[in-house]
């Protein structure tokens, strides 16, 4: 099951983490956005395992924004077991990253990442990257049945 509201943000940069929270609000979503700092706690999150095995939500995020280098599990391992796992197979993740190398976009999109975006230097171009994506994945993109 699909929260038609919340967005799951795994980001262990907090600079990064303010910018993105920042440019949803100006993108105007008043979705709930969890936040999550390391691989293991996205999938602790997602799985209800761990510290989150209490988490009263019982719904899936409607979609999870995804950095690569994070610690414990990267991005891409974290991207890996949730390709690997029935309850998680379609939940739309996008990867927001900084990185720059092909080797990472490679990886991501064999693993069957929704899409691939890469974070812009500049905070307007940032802002304007993660607002069109929050309204995408939010407002306009329809969901698999039954999600």
Known sequence: MMNAKTILLVEDNAQDEM????A??????????DVVRDG???LDYLFREGE??????????????????????SGLEVLERLRSDIRTKLLPVVIL???DEEYDRLKSYENHANSFVRKPV?????????????????????????R
Do not use: H, K
Request: hydrophobic share 45%; glycine share 6%; net charge negative.
């Open 19 to 22: 910018l993105t929270l920042r």
């Open 122 to 146: 500049d905070f307007a171009e940032f802002a304007e990257t993660v607002g069109r994506l929050g309204v995408y994945w939010l407002a306009t993109n329809e969901p698999p049945p039954g």
């Open 24 to 33: 949803l609000r100006r993108a105007n979503l008043a979705n709930q956005i």
């Open 40 to 42: 293991q706690q996205a």
């Open 52 to 73: 989150f095995i209490e988490r009263e939500d019982l719904c899936l995020p409607t979609v999870v924004l995804l950095d690569i280098g994070l610690p414990r599990l």
């Open 97 to 99: 990253t900084s990185s």
